[in-house]
């Protein structure tokens, strides 16, 4: 089993639609998690922290349930510039060993 | 500051060659990292540093690979030879605290190895 799961996709919406993504992960000491966005050929970049009680930037809220060992984010009114690969992210128990997940391709159309 | 400094951005090299990819972290991070992406196999961590000291190796595919961080501004990974499977595209990350905090990426070489 991987260490972080995610469905690949791809997720193709139209603009102002919602869409959510899960991603599970093995190690139940993990202590925090995020997720990133990689635009195509480019470098992953953080999008939001998620926190325990949950947490929203705008469009965008990321929920954790530590029980079930899996993080969400859901985007709410999607826009073309969304298009982009989510990157389910867990540090370790220990904090340092960072493991990504294979992310999750979203299109969303006009 | 200018981010995360990776150079080649992009190498084509033969099977058998030496290849040396070079990493320049965010000034005054203590964390570096290195990452490996194909389409198979998304984004691994290969090894990590903390302070120049390698931290975890465990993520290095085997021992044509090492790495190297002899400064707090300077790393580099070297694959020794080289092997058509090692095309990817290979990242270097820095980090100010490596529990929780957000890692910065550098905009990565593609190596090809044809």
């Known amino acids: 089993r991987k260490e972080v799961e995610q469905d690949p996709g791809p997720f193709n919406v139209p603009e102002g639609a919602t869409v959510a993504f899960n991603c599970t992960y093995s190690?139940?000491?993990?202590?925090?998690f995020f997720w990133y966005r990689q635009d195509c050929r480019k470098e992953p970049k953080l999008l939001m922290s998620v926190y325990s009680s949950g947490n929203e930037d705008g469009r965008f809220t990321a929920q954790l349930n530590r029980a079930s060992q899996y993080i969400s984010l859901l985007i709410r009114d999607s826009k073309l510039s969304d298009s982009a690969t989510y990157l389910c992210v867990v540090n370790d128990a220990g904090g340092f060993k960072t493991i990504f997940g294979a992310g999750t391709r979203l299109f969303v159309k006009a | 500051d200018a981010g995360v400094i990776q150079s080649p951005r992009h190498e084509v090299t033969e099977m058998g060659q030496e290849v040396t990819l070079r990493c320049k972290p965010i000034s005054g991070h203590d964390y570096l990292f290195w990452y490996r992406q194909t389409m198979m196999r998304g984004l691994e961590l290969l090894i990590y540093?903390?302070?120049?000291?390698?931290?975890?190796d465990s993520g290095m595919p085997e021992d044509r690979f090492s790495a190297k961080m002899p400064n707090a501004s300077f790393s580099t990974l070297k694959i020794q030879p080289s092997e058509p499977r090692d095309s990817a595209v290979y990242f270097c990350?820095?980090?100010?605290?490596?529990?929780?905090?957000?890692?910065?990426f550098g905009q990565g070489t593609r190596l090809t190895v044809v």
């Open positions: 540093f903390n302070n120049n000291v390698p931290i975890d």
């Open positions: 190690n139940s000491a993990s202590q925090s």
């Open positions: 990350a820095s980090s100010l605290v490596g529990y929780g905090t957000e890692a910065f």
